[in-house]
């Protein structure tokens, strides 16, 4: 099994280097690149703060995006092409075919995120880029588990793409929504304010806090504490963990 995961992992990761997705990445990023530049020269003050301020963010939400787009159209080919089909006519596990998917999309979400913080080399600490670019990996990879969940369930790219961006929103409100439910100026809302917390809690802990993943105040203050990989990491590895084992089950009662 384990070679077979391997296998799949390896041809996933050279269809993307083959669809020119690093290309297709940097040009992205180089882009933002060049939009941080002009940032950095229309400002007034802070100037170098606004440039990073605004690639760590423009690069995060760009590798999103990319990622997103990338994994439910290469996995939509597959089952319009009938490849899935060729590939589990084979003596291979389903279980073998999602690991291997999402292993070697784990690869690209790394490429992406060292891509994306190889510019803030030349102003922001290293210490500060490597929890950043660490971070970044960690939510790329949520995404990739949602991703791959997604398009097992839906099976078209439109609806899929739908959920994973209204997931990823979502958790990058969950937050600021928990604070929202807790303020005193909402009132009792005639009676539904205990439904509004209870529901607000259940999605807290259900959704991960992706607000808290690669900040753009690490780069703009160029500090981090050093602990701070350690929540992230845990919430990353359950949230992986449990999209991947939603998507296999979805996936073994599929019928091909």
Known sequence: MHTHVFTIARFTLLEAYRTRLPLLATGVLAFVWAGSLFIHQIAITESDRLQWSFYASGARLASVFMLALYITS?????????GLELVLSLDLPRSSYVLGKVSGFI???????????????????????????????LELAIVCALSMFCIVTFSQVLPAVTVIFGLYLLGRTITAMRLMSETALLGKMGGARPALDFGVDMLAYIIPALDQFAMTEWIAEKTVAPDVLGLIALQATISIALLIAAALFDFYRREI
Do not use: I
Request: charge should be neutral; charged fraction near 10%.
């Open 74 to 82: 290469s996995v939509v080919r597959e089952f319009n092409e009938k």
């Open 107 to 137: 690869a690209v979400c790394a490429v992406l995120a060292l891509l994306a913080a190889l510019p803030m080399l030349a102003s922001v600490p290293v210490g500060v880029v490597v929890v950043w670019c660490t971070s970044l990996f």
